[in-house]
């Protein structure tokens, strides 16, 4: 895999596991954030 | 007098039956096969662009209607799209394709399904674990499906009795309603599905070099064929086709179960968080634990040259030849196959619950019957569509089922939702019925992108596909002779199936002006 793949791939996943990891923490909270 | 409606017990249940709606069997052999198909790292690009310009979009435009119409008493389409406009006697009629929908691909689905949980039996009891080419595990498949008698199997038989066990425990989970039965089952059924995924995932990931004699096989280059990112291929409309069909399929928006998931909510129950949090779930599966499963395990043990075959013979095989004969290569093969097959059917029943439940809730709340009386007569009719597709799989009966229901529907049924629900109830209120009782403040460039983007790139893909697809679809080419009474007789009883749920839908409002209720 080339360098770009890697970091295409890696910040994919990243963004798709922080984005799961705040909506799960503020559904379990019932936080508002307006 | 009108029975209670059903609500869902917890935020966490509808979060995780819409989850478990949307991951199917999709997420783990259609994307890494559209994927691969596609060029890879150039997919992806346009499949994260669909996600934010259309998936998430619709996701929330879906829960947001459901929930509006769910507190005129209507838990499906037909009911919502008139809720919203009630001035328009047409528009519950397009409400039907909310319902027709699901229920065109739960006749073909079901019986997919079957096979998984057939072959997750196989793994265990090691019925095709001596098998280690191609063309014989192929042979297998085929006559499982009873496409051909051979040495492994000399009827249909098997695969009728695993497609009862699975249709009863569908029929099983739906009998104790919302509550009790679909969010129940999400519950247990996600957290393990999740678990199985992971653990086969690290398996696949920590393959490394399995043939010395190849190094250029390895994991890291089998993620490389999904995530090198190709820019030169974005110009290309066939992949961006392919990429928001994905999208589609993957969120399952578009269908009209969200929409009724959606309607047991009460009016100041959060959509916004919710939806966003069941598409993160979704993406967790697809693109994390999807991507890093079948491709990458192909490609370590079949090779580059190989693998834009496989990748184009289609997901089944992918899935049911494929895969076993990986696994096959590894130890406990049939640990590793059970979880496989496992893992994809349980993906696939909480799919298949969600496309039940619209047919379901419409005779519940149309009709005023209990919920036993109406999963009864959805079991019954339901049994005898899916015999269509068991019967006449080899006549091309499941692929058209599978345009109409899960192609043609799909993106007719998103187009029309997010126009009524920006345009003529207008993007104003509308973005007002998104934010009342949300957990999240949507960014308010969403509400542009609402109202024009998505109806916008919803008319392209329409455009482009009655182009490029469904001309040659509806003209038959390709389909050889012997085969075109069965596309013929699959086409005139789907018009049939319509008209009966569109006949059903006149009687039903009849019914609630003449006995007083209101009709909106």
Known sequence: ?34 | MAKKRDTWGSRLGIIMAVAGSAVGLGNFLRFPVQAAQNGGGAFMIPYFIALLLVGIPIMWVEWAIGRYGGGFEHSTAPGAFHSIWEKNRFIKYFGIIGIFGPLVILIYYTYIESWCLAYSFFALVQKYSGIIDQSKMQAFLRGFQGLERNQFFTSIAPAYVFFIITFLINMAVLVYGIRGGIEKFCKWAMPVLFVFAIILAVRVLSLGTPDVSKPAWNISNGLGYLWNPDLSQLKNAKIWLAATGQIFFTLSVGIGVILTYASYLKKGDDVALSGLTAVSMNEMAEVVLGASIVIPAAFVFFGPMMIGKIASAGAFDLGFVTMPLIFGHMPFSEILGFLWFGLLFLAGVTSSVSLAQPAIAFLEDEFNITRQKAVAVFAAVTFALCNGAIFFLGRGVVDELDFWGGTFCLVLFATVEVILFGWVFGIEKAWEEVHHGADMRIPNFYKYIIKYVTPVFLLAVLGAWFIQKWLPIIRMDGVSGANRPYIMATRVGLSLLFLVLAIMVKVAWGRRERSGRRAR
């Open chain 1, 1 to 34: 895999m080339t360098f770009f793949g890697w970091v295409f791939m890696l910040v994919s996943w990243g963004l798709i596991l922080t984005l799961a990891a705040v909506c799960f923490s503020r559904v379990l909270k019932k936080k508002k954030i307006d």
